[in-house]
């Protein structure tokens, strides 16, 4: 499987609010980080929870995100990052 973002990439986490399982915590939803690096692809957990088959295997990506812009009253250091896991169908390129 090709993934669609590499190592650096801009990346914004959709905002997407489905009744469905998800595994995208709404802090980070309309989150802009980059991509630390591509994991591997997996089974969709959206699927797996339900008893699915989880296919289309989606790509995992591990995203950095500035903690000063998740959260306005944060009042640690500006390079504070968080480091969160996210499924591919939850990125859109950022520019």
Known sequence: MMARFSE???????????????????????????VERVCDAFGQPESLAVGGDGKPLQTLYRVRLNQSLLWPDYRGETEDTLDIE????WLEAEE
């Open 8 to 34: 650096g990439d801009r990346v914004k986490i959709s905002r997407r609010y489905p009744a469905a399982h998800h595994r995208v915590p709404n802090y980070a939803k309309g989150a802009v980080g980059y």
């Open 86 to 89: 996210i499924f591919e169908h």
